[in-house]
């Protein structure tokens, strides 16, 4: 969370508010995000959940329902986002339309390497060489050249995309059922390209850089007892 907020801080377009989707931790996450707020130049608040499970979701419905704002940007606890991702999304954003950022995975020693300090001078960044610059290009070429082709372009990280609120609330947030680990990020593409939304890929130009698994280990993806009924 520190670093995620650290990298935010550093965003070269400031006017935004940041809400926590808290899928049930414990206190000490909410007094870390209490004691940050005292020096990060955006406004920010948390809004929580009781463990049920990953319920992912929800809480990022409800996160969504708290706000006014045009633009939802959503980004995972584990991705630190470039410099200038929220003013990529800002100038590629379209009313009634969504768009589809990159995720690219670190290694465990940049990982293990990365401070709140040198995130801010963009330590994160220098971490994307060529090979993984020619994969973000080569899934930028497909998700353009398919997106009138097949409905299920541009491919979607839930770790980082971005979507008018119009839109979103227009096909209800979430699909609530999925309340375990996987696909409530397709699920949502896939209603909103039938609503009519065609996507924006910005898988060269809108990143974020996912933190080794081996250091941030993901929670358990146990699903709530209901579901097993």
């Known amino acids: 969370l520190e670093l995620v907020l650290a990298a935010l801080a550093a965003q070269r377009d400031l006017a935004f508010d940041v809400i ?4 049930g931790s414990a206190p000490p996450a909410r007094e870390l995000a209490e004691r940050l707020a005292l020096s990060l130049p955006f406004a920010i608040r948390q809004v929580w959940q009781s463990d049920d499970g ?12 708290s ?23 800002r100038r590629r954003a379209l009313p009634d339309e969504f768009m589809a950022g990159a995720v690219v995975d ?21 971490a994307l060489g060529v090979g993984a610059r020619c994969d973000l290009a080569r899934r930028q070429w497909a998700n353009w050249w398919y997106r009138d082709r097949r409905q299920r ?21 979430f699909d609530e059922v999925y309340c375990g680990y996987g ?14 939304a065609r996507g924006i890929s910005l898988w060269t130009s809108a990143r974020a850089t996912h933190l080794s698994r081996k ?3 993901s929670a358990a993806r146990r699903a709530p007892e209901a579901l097993h009924e």
Do not use: W
């Open 106 to 126: 670190l290694g465990f020693a940049m990982s293990r390497a990365l401070t709140p300090a040198n995130i801010r001078s963009g330590a994160h960044e220098s």
């Open 183 to 196: 696909k409530e990020d397709t699920d949502l593409r896939d209603r909103m390209r039938n609503a009519g």
């Open 153 to 173: 372009r541009p491919r979607i990280r839930g770790g980082n995309f971005a979507v008018a609120a119009s839109l979103f609330h227009a096909v209800n947030g």
């Open 54 to 65: 990953f319920c992912k979701a929800r809480i990022q419905n409800i996160a969504a329902l």
């Open 67 to 89: 706000t006014s704002s045009d633009l939802l940007i959503f980004l995972d606890g584990d991705c630190i986002p470039f410099r200038d991702l929220v003013a990529v999304y």
């Open 215 to 217: 250091l941030s280990p």
């Open 20 to 23: 926590l989707a808290d899928d």
